[in-house]
């Protein structure tokens, strides 16, 4: 196996972590409406999700090895300013922007996120703008409408603080890839997520009151949901995305395969709670999982390529 095969492997793995990741994040959407639904506010979802996120992770260290505690100054700078920026403002910047507009308005901006990341990520890592990767990101993008309002543009609700705030989170999402994407190598991934997860419930607490928790009426579901957030969709999920990183995949394309998300959210809620889908949305997400397979198309057409030689 030739260095290049290697490596577009190893990327391929990265890739399906990746993916890992998104199908956690997609399918948390489907829970937390619930929990939203049965008074807990998403601010205060917000502070629960990183402190039980923060909790897992320590537990893990506890019973793996406590030498991942273990942290120089430069790994708190950065742990910090991701637990701060990609963590604590990103959700006040997208519930603010739901607040003004729509759940449908800010999503869609969310999802511009890409755009920022490939932009950013060619003037900081010298990443390659190719064909491919372009033509992935704007099906990635165009996808990620079509799905989240069927289409019809008369479903976003557009005012300018709004569509600021709702930008303002795509920035700060794109920028937990790129941050992540300078440390990822230097430290432990357990050892970024734990501390992240602890600056980002300790800022969360400026804007959320999470013991609010005790004062709704008690529902067991609830709390399960709640942890399973902060376990699942935190703490598995992010773990897998750095790892997927470590593996070499580019910030780019990281952040085009993200959002796998939005597609897992509207298939599930079709599968579980019976929802429509229409056409449009149906093309919207064949849109962003071609954008993930232009993204590994090299290594595909080896593996069919092996497969084929193998078989004739």
């Known amino acids: ?37 049965n008074g807990i506010s998403s601010k205060d979802l917000v502070s629960l999700k990183m402190f039980f996120g923060f909790v897992t992770m320590v537990i893990y260290i506890f019973i793996k090895d406590k030498n991942l505690l273990k942290i120089d100054k430069r790994g708190i700078y950065y742990c910090a300013t991701i637990g701060f920026i990609c963590h604590a403002l990103y959700n006040l910047f997208i519930f603010s922007a739901m607040e003004r507009t729509s759940i449908s308005t800010a999503v869609t901006l969310l999802y511009t996120s890409p755009i920022f990341v490939m932009i950013v990520s060619r003037l900081l ?3 390659e703008i190719s064909p491919n990767k ?22 976003l609700n557009l ?9 303002a989170s795509g920035i700060c999402y794109g920028t937990m890839t790129l941050l992540n994407k300078k440390i990822v190598n230097d430290y432990e991934q357990i050892t970024i997520l734990t501390y992240t ?52 995949i580019q910030s780019s394309n990281a952040a085009i395969i ?5 597609p897992v959210s509207v298939v599930g809620a079709v599968l579980l709670f019976n929802q429509d889908l229409s056409f449009v949305e149906v093309i919207g997400i064949l849109f962003v999982l071609i954008s993930v397979v232009l993204l590994n198309e090299k290594y595909i057409e080896n593996m069919a390529y092996r497969i084929y030689h193998k078989n004739s």
């Open 1 to 37: 196996m030739g260095v290049m095969e290697i490596e577009q492997r190893k990327s391929m793995i990265g890739s399906w972590m990746i993916i890992g990741s998104s199908i956690l994040w997609g399918t948390a959407l489907l829970y937390s409406q619930y929990v939203l639904d």
């Open 125 to 127: 890592y010298k990443e």
């Open 134 to 155: 372009l033509l992935a990101l704007i099906l990635c993008v165009i996808g990620c409408f079509l799905t989240v309002t069927g289409g019809n543009i008369s479903n």
């Open 159 to 167: 005012n300018i603080s709004g569509v600021l705030f709702g930008l």
């Open 197 to 248: 997860f602890g600056f980002a419930f300790l800022f969360s607490l400026t804007f959320s009151n999470p013991i609010s928790i005790i004062h709704i009426p008690y529902n067991p579901l609830v709390y399960t949901f709640v942890i399973m957030l902060g376990v699942l969709s935190t703490a598995v999920s992010y773990l897998f995305y750095i790892k997927g990183l470590s593996h070499g």
């Open 258 to 262: 993200a959002t796998l998300e939005v």
